[in-house]
């Protein structure tokens, strides 16, 4: 049976290295499968649960808070996220930045913090989801 | 034997300099061990990344993305990585060196540059020599997060996009080994890739979802960050061992300074032994 190779990784570590005959991700358009010979597919992913299948039928699930999928015909990539991203949560991070430059001030982040906590609840939500969903497959 | 009395005072001091620089050099040991190994777990993501974009480039787009394309020089952007505390030997001033020779090559070609800081040190370089510092970032402790770089990285992103800045570098101390820390100024932006995956089947292109743009847009911001963690986290790990070192030297430094007090205050007591002695047997003579 075709195989394709898998690496999952995060800027703070390797989370998966191996063969599968089929990966699940959550791209942002909506779940997709990838078999081996697949057509060259760069796409972004929201937070959830990358499913990997292998050879013998077994199947392994990892939890990503987003990040970004790569496809090449031999090759799966998921370049997954550790930091909780949103785009006006940068925005103001980079503000932020911006303002400790001109003086060193603080506790005036209440932007960062409504957006990195909307994210957060995001990925919060997504992670419970993923967790029942492999109670149940384990039951 | 008040000389003698000193020299113990002084000896005792330095002494109590030796456990201080001692416990800081095991402290550095213990830590530099721990930045070691954050260092090559972060070694995988900044490779698979670069894998991505070295596909990228061999890609037939429609669209070139600002990040790829190389344009004339006008002003550059710096990001520099320093540490926060010093008594890390000549590591920053060593980076500091190497950066003052590339700003001088830049002012030669009548180059601008602004600067992003990140660490304590080099704001104090800033405040020193001068410069136009847009963004600022301190304290990350041993353990730094992308999420406290975010903000820095992406003024100076920003700034290249909108064309402020022609060309991105980061000015880091690369982490050699235990003995050997190396500062360099290298480009990040636009990026260069170095090849080093195989040529893939011609004429092809990604299927992108949703769109191009944006999606290059997202995979070399994500390049840059995880080039920018790797450095301070590579920063991190290059401080401690410097330390280290340092405080090693230190604490051997202090030794040898014991060591020649000690005989000091052996001579000076011996001598005063031998005066009383002396004085003892003379008025014994004269009796």
């Known amino acids: ?139 | 034997m008040a000389g003698a009395k000193e020299i113990r005072s002084k000896i005792k001091s330095v002494k109590n300099t030796q456990k201080i620089t001692r416990a800081m050099e095991k402290v550095a040991i213990s830590k530099m061990r721990r930045a070691q190994v954050r260092m090559t777990e972060a070694r995988p993501y900044a490779e698979k990344i670069r894998r991505t974009i070295a596909h990228l480039s061999q890609a037939n787009t429609e669209v070139t993305h600002p990040f790829m394309a190389d344009r004339p020089i006008k002003r550059v952007g710096v990001l520099v990585i320093s540490t926060d505390r010093g008594l890390c030997g000549g590591l920053n001033t060593n980076l500091f060196r190497a950066l003052t020779r590339s700003i001088r090559e830049w002012r030669e070609k009548g180059i601008d540059a602004e600067y992003a800081v990140i660490g304590n040190k080099g704001l104090s370089f800033f405040r020193r020599v001068g410069g136009k510092v847009v963004a600022q970032n301190s304290n990350l402790g041993d353990k730094p997060h992308l999420e406290q770089l975010l903000g820095s990285i992406k003024v100076l992103t920003d700034a290249y996009r909108e064309g402020r800045i022609d060309r991105l570098y980061l000015a880091s101390t690369q982490f050699v080994n235990t003995m050997t820390q190396r500062p360099g100024v290298r480009q990040v932006l636009p990026v260069e890739v170095d090849g080093g995956v195989g040529k893939l089947a011609d004429n092809w292109d990604y299927l992108y979802e949703p769109s191009a743009l944006e999606l290059l847009d997202t995979v070399l911001q994500r390049y840059v960050e995880s080039q920018v963690y790797q450095a301070v986290v590579e920063n991190v790990a290059s401080e401690q061992s410097a330390r280290m070192v340092a405080m090693k030297a230190a604490t051997d430094n202090a030794g040898k300074i014991i060591n020649g007090l000690q005989l000091a205050y052996n001579k000076a007591r011996q001598a005063s032994i031998t005066k009383e002695l002396a004085e003892i047997v003379g008025g014994a003579a004269a009796v």
């Open chain 1, 1 to 139: 049976m075709a195989t394709i190779e898998i690496d999952i990784v995060s800027a703070e570590g390797q989370i998966h290295h191996g063969q599968a005959s089929m990966v699940f991700a959550p791209a942002e358009m909506g779940e997709v499968g990838i078999a081996p010979r697949h057509a060259p597919l760069l796409t972004r992913l929201k937070p959830g649960a990358v499913r990997v299948k292998q050879a013998d039928g077994s199947e392994q699930a990892f939890f990503v808070g987003g990040g970004i999928l790569e496809v090449q015909p031999h090759l799966v990539t998921v370049l997954a996220d550790t930091a909780i991203r949103a785009k006006d949560c940068d925005e103001a991070l980079a503000s932020e930045a911006k303002r400790r430059a001109e003086e060193k001030l603080a506790n005036a982040k209440s932007d960062v913090d409504l957006a990195k906590a909307q994210v957060e609840l995001l990925q919060a939500a997504a992670l419970a989801e993923f967790l029942t969903k492999i109670k149940k497959t384990t039951h």
